[in-house]
């Protein structure tokens, strides 16, 4: 790998967090008490689904740019009844809400980013917004150098500003940075943008049962988990 | 102290890190090669003296918002001739530039933050550019949950926009948020945004030979130092 790389940009939901069974575990604690009894896993892929939809409002012109939780909020509300979930009460909504502050991450992530800090600069390039970047840090011991993406971009992946102004923060051209995520589809256009590009498998992203898929498209690098992608840097 | 406070943010230059002495020591890095003998402390106070009406530029809406680091090499190149210090090629003048990026931090900053961290989220609010502050937290070992500051608000402190808009990327109020800083203006003018403050007494910032005085407002919270500030705080 080029020694010109020296930072590493990371796609956070399912690259390093495993979204979905949090997500599940969550609204089972909140919900479950209330007296429903959902397929808790299915209300987790729902939610998920209106992820791209809502984030297209944004990336087409159609809404202003808004934090993620805000669009999480909306697509909550969208689903709920669907689920036959009646009339939560607007701090129940919010702790709900909140389940995505509450993900946990992968075994290897926390040392695979110690790992490659000390080499590299390190941050998120995430669609979520700071706080909720902070939340992940903090619960899963994330030692980042800065919270890029999304939020200081104004717009979401995979427009190209949010790749570049991740670079510009860090003084550096696309050609230095590399973005590292479980999504071919993120990494195409990191890559169109100029940046290199570190595939990470994740096979249960979307559960055991999904038929996982290795991508078509090459990348500069490819690993199993982020001590892997650490390992081959030489971090 | 309020236990309402979720966040506090930092001043940078001066309270947490020693820029005089600091760009002394580059500054005669790199030019006592050249042949230049300066009085090293008075270019630190000269450079460092252009800060404020550069900012002013942008703040008074004359030039457009950029990184300090650009205004920093503008100051360089008005105060070289006046130390009549000759042509110095492009990378010589990056690399003295950049010096800002090499400050060290006073002693008890590493330590006073990891104790903060324990209980509130950290961020600089500084006017230092989003790379600037990483360079330091690298060197420094500042562990930051995120970098806030100018470059997320788009103008420099004193404007309100700078404290408003970490505490909205935390999704806090101001009232739940403390700037502590080492002067008086910088935490006025948080104050009058609605945070809390605390301030951190550094008298040697201009030189032992400047006469210190204690400021006459009065702050939330006043401390010798970080590790101080932590144990007034509770962590």
């Not at 994330?142 to 971009?153: C, K, M, T």
């Not at 570049?164 to 973005?179: G, H, R």
Request: with cysteine; charged share 25%.
């Amino acid at each position: 790998m080029p020694s010109s790389i020296k930072a590493i940009f990371f796609d956070v939901f399912g690259t390093l967090v495993d979204w979905r069974s949090s997500i599940a575990r969550e609204a089972q604690q909140i919900l479950e008490p209330l007296g429903y009894a959902l397929d808790w896993l299915a209300f987790a892929d729902a939610w998920r689904a209106e992820y791209q939809p809502a984030m297209e409002e944004v990336r087409g012109g159609h809404i202003p740019f808004c934090k993620l939780d805000v669009l999480h909020m909306h697509n909550l509300e969208q689903i709920l009844p669907r689920f036959k979930v009646g009339k939560l009460d607007a701090a129940t909504r919010h702790n709900l809400n909140m389940a995505w502050h509450r993900l946990d991450a992968w075994p290897d992530v926390s040392r695979g980013l110690y790992r490659l800090k000390r080499k590299f600069m390190i941050a998120p390039v995430s669609n979520g917004n700071i706080s909720l970047m902070v939340a992940l840090a903090r619960r899963n011991d994330f030692p980042w150098d800065a919270i890029l993406g999304s939020e200081i971009a104004g717009d979401f992946k995979p427009k190209p500003r949010v790749y570049l102004s991740a670079c510009e923060a860090f003084d550096l051209k696309p050609a230095q940075c590399m973005m590292a995520a479980a999504h071919p589809n993120d990494l195409v256009a990191a890559a169109a943008c100029g940046l290199k590009t570190g595939y990470v498998s994740r096979p249960n992203e979307k559960g055991r049962a999904a038929e996982y898929r290795a991508p078509k498209e090459t990348f500069d690098i490819s690993a199993d988990d982020v001590e892997q992608l650490a390992g081959k840097l030489g971090g």
